[in-house]
């Protein structure tokens, strides 16, 4: 359980449940939506990614890597959204996020733990397919460079910002990565409602911020039969609307559908690589 020691006086003086997080990051999504599952009253601290707030010193004298989601708990201070979400449900047990079983929720981690596996994969593909309409200016990224510590994010924004951008290589990986995730996920859904014991739990919501962010990028979500009425199921659940929806900016929508567009008209889509391109 990642729980940190913080040199943040302000934050070891917090009482009850604050959140640091970004509305569109799929780390923070989970830990939103396991907040609203649970009814809980929780205090909200945006930081933006796009003005760079997660390169404060303030923010990374919080979250050492300075990413977010970050939970403050009475002071205590716990990073990495899958220990978050699994701390909230054994904190706050009702109503439980899993299944009855030792062993269904050993299965249950080993999604979870995957989800997470996942998030390299769902951070190059949103910025290729998502944020590359809008790359970050050399300005931008000297000031990033200067300001962050975590020299593994620094040096993914150099790659990104640059002219060459992603390889092709690293672009057909990662979705093959993501898209052979999606083949499991939706053998696992077949003729069950939620993904383990047919339960719903942890395993479901850490991986529906995943789905969403393909989705996102237009990702052709119903060659995946079972996944995709499981994405219908969950979006109508209030702690989606509650943990994602309400969270969503529609201009920021309707811009990243008009990119999608736009780049699947120039034969540069999501279905243009392997291993979705015919
Ligand atoms: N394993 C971490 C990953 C945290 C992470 O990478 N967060 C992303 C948003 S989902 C972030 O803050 N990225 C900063 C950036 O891309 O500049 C978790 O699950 O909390």
């Not at 999606?182 to 479901?204: C, H, I, M, P, Y």
Request: aromatic share 10%; with cysteine; glycine share 4%.
């Amino acid at each position: 359980m990642p729980l940190i020691d913080t040199t943040n006086e302000e934050v070891k003086s917090f009482t009850g449940l604050h959140l640091y997080h970004f509305w569109l990051s799929s780390c923070s999504q989970r830990v939103r939506i396991v907040m609203a599952e649970k009814g809980l009253e929780w205090v909200s601290h945006e930081i933006d990614l796009e003005k760079q707030e997660h390169a404060t010193p303030e923010y990374q004298s919080i979250h050492p890597d300075g990413v977010v989601p970050a939970l403050v708990h009475d002071g205590q201070v716990i990073i990495e959204s899958i220990d978050i979400i699994d701390y909230l449900d054994t904190t706050f047990p009702e109503p439980p996020l899993r299944p009855a079983s030792d062993e269904a929720i050993a299965e249950m981690h080993q999604w979870m733990q995957n989800a997470d596996g996942a998030q390299h994969s769902i951070k190059t593909l949103t910025h290729e397919f998502l944020f590359k309409q809008h790359k970050m200016p050399p300005e931008a990224f000297n000031e990033l460079s200067q300001k962050h510590n975590n020299e593994e994010l620094v040096d993914f924004m150099r790659v990104w910002s640059s002219d060459e951008g992603f390889q092709k290589s690293e672009i057909e990986s990662e979705l093959k990565l993501q898209h052979d995730h999606f083949v499991r996920l939706d053998q696992a859904l077949d003729g069950k409602e939620w993904l383990v014991a047919n339960t719903f739990s942890l395993a479901d919501i850490a991986w529906i911020s995943n789905v969403r962010r393909l989705d996102l990028m237009h990702y052709p979500l119903d060659i995946h039969a079972n996944l995709n009425v499981w994405y219908e199921r969950f979006q109508a659940k209030p702690s989606y609307i509650k943990g994602i929806g309400e969270f969503e900016i529609p201009p920021a929508l309707a811009a990243f559908n008009a990119y999608s567009l736009e780049r699947a008209g120039q034969g540069t889509g999501v279905t243009s690589f392997s291993p979705l391109a015919a």
